[in-house]
T-cell receptor, first 113, second 111 residues
Framework: DVKVTQSSRYLVKRTGEKVFLECVQDMDHENMFWYRQDPGLGLRLIYFSYDVKMKEKGDIPEGYSVSREKKERFSLILESASTNQTSMYLC????????????FGSGTQLSVL | DQQVKQNSPSLSVQEGRISILNCDYTNSMFDYFLWYKKYPAEGPTFLISISSIKDKNEDGRFTVFLNKSAKHLSLHIVPSQPGDSAVYFCAASVGGFKTIFGAGTRLFVKA
């Protein structure tokens, strides 16, 4: 059974802290994605990666960075957390094929106080 | 600027009736359209998709219709069941690489 695992279900951090969100997939997928979900805004793409050590900005990359040192792992980094980064963060992966569906993790609810 | 729009935040339907969820898009380069379903405390799961070369795709109780000239797609669920109550996201991609999502529609199916 395919699986995308996010390391934390809930996180509470303070403003200014550096935050790491980890995601691991066991499907040997080439593509990995980070989205955030906010009420009324749906899922917005932060960053994505189509290969190890490769990354591309999504629609809202400001305040975030990513790291993909291994094919199965994609990390999202909040360099200096702010209250407007309180959100549900969803990691996803997919095969590198046209129209291929995304497989999502269960999400990390991050609260920045 | 939202490229994928779901203008109805919520929809309530009686069990056994048809549920119709709508989605509009602005980018004519989109070539794949997908619907995802999300339950609380879970990640979205894929439901059904359609390529831009088709106008209909069916999978059991779920059918997606694509009207390229109107830049509109819809998801039909027949018959609706209480277990279908969830948030439904419309999504679109170019070449399946970067997927853009709508804001979602919360479906309530009443028993």
């Amino acid at each position: 059974d395919v699986k995308v695992t996010q390391s934390s279900r809930y996180l509470v951090k303070r403003t200014g802290e550096k935050v790491f969100l980890e995601c691991v997939q066991d499907m040997d997928h080439e593509n990995m994605f980070w989205y955030r979900q906010d009420p009324g805004l749906g899922l917005r793409l932060i960053y994505f990666s189509y290969d190890v050590k490769m990354k591309e900005k999504g629609d809202i990359p400001e305040g975030y960075s990513v790291s993909r040192e291994k094919k199965e792992r994609f990390s999202l980094i909040l360099e200096s957390a702010s209250t407007n980064q309180t959100s549900m963060y969803l990691c996803a992966s997919s095969l590198d094929r046209e129209g291929e569906k995304l497989f999502f993790g269960s999400g990390t609810q991050l609260s920045v106080l | 600027d939202q490229q994928v729009k779901q203008n109805s935040p919520s929809l309530s339907v009686q069990e056994g009736r048809i549920s119709i969820l709508n989605c509009d898009y602005t980018n004519s380069m989109f070539d794949y359209f997908l619907w995802y379903k999300k339950y609380p405390a879970e990640g979205p799961t894929f439901l059904i998709s359609i390529s831009s070369i088709k106008d209909k795709n069916e999978d059991g109780r779920f059918t997606v219709f694509l009207n390229k000239s109107a830049k509109h797609l819809s998801l039909h669920i027949v018959p609706s069941q209480p277990g279908d109550s969830a948030v439904y996201f419309c999504a679109a991609s170019v070449g399946g690489f970067k997927t853009i999502f709508g804001a979602g529609t919360r479906l309530f199916v009443k028993a």
